[in-house]
């Protein structure tokens, strides 16, 4: 909900949880680890027209910002954001 933002009220409650976590990624405050497979996931949801469909270059670069904070841990962090890229 965070890189799309909130689509309905029942998505309200979500879209505020994630707001909070980012918040205190940017500050430093807590550290996060994402897999690869779940950046994999992410880009089907947000792509896929009976998801979210966006264009890939959208969902690369929503997902690209997400996942470039110094607080967002991922394996092989160059390599998945060269792939965005790419993609």
Request: hydrophobic share 45%.
């Amino acid at each position: 909900r965070y890189l799309v933002g909130s689509r309905s009220p029942s998505d309200d409650a979500m879209y505020e949880s994630a707001g909070v976590l980012f918040d205190r990624v940017d500050r430093g405050a807590v550290r996060i680890t994402v897999n690869d497979a779940v950046v994999a996931e992410v880009v089907y949801i947000l792509h896929a027209p009976r998801h979210y469909g966006l264009a890939r270059a959208d969902a690369a670069d929503r997902l690209r910002t997400l996942l470039a904070h110094s607080g967002v841990v991922v394996f092989g962090k160059p390599a998945v954001l060269d792939g965005l890229s790419l993609w």
